[in-house]
Nanobody
Framework: QVQLVESGGGLVQPGGSLRLSCAAS??????????VHWYHQAPGKQRELVAT???????HYADSVKGRFTISRDNAENTAYLQMDSLKPEDTGVYYC??????????WGQGTQVTVSS
């Protein structure tokens, strides 16, 4: 019904930047009803919530990324973003987008790999 596709990952040096995109494959005006989350899953670790943006545009961040990451959304384009600056090796992992209508209905993307390494 709603497909999410993440993109923008890649290899970057410590201190560098990447911008991840989460594009919802849907037409019309429905994406704006979803809360969007970005999750990070480091190798061998549990998936961790790193950023959230509500339908009203309020943002929330994990302590580990505060001041470095910025979540945003463009409802007209059905896309959410995660701007990642001052990247650290511990940011390495797969980043997943999740669009949540409520606790019983949400959609996951397939993830995009980010590698921060010298």
């Amino acid at each position: 019904q709603v497909q999410l596709v993440e993109s923008g990952g890649g290899l970057v040096q410590p201190g560098g930047s990447l911008r991840l995109s989460c594009a919802a494959s849907t037409s019309g005006n429905i994406f704006n009803f979803y809360v969007v989350h970005w999750y990070h899953q480091a190798p061998g670790k549990q998936r961790e919530l790193v950023a959230t943006i509500t339908t009203g545009g309020s943002t929330h961040y994990a302590d580990s990324v505060k001041g470095r990451f910025t979540i945003s959304r463009d409802n007209a384009e059905n896309t959410a973003y995660l701007q990642m600056d001052s990247l650290k090796p511990e940011d390495t992992g797969v980043y997943y987008c999740n669009a949540e209508l409520n606790t019983k209905l949400s959609y996951w993307g397939q993830g995009t790999q980010v590698t921060v390494s010298s």
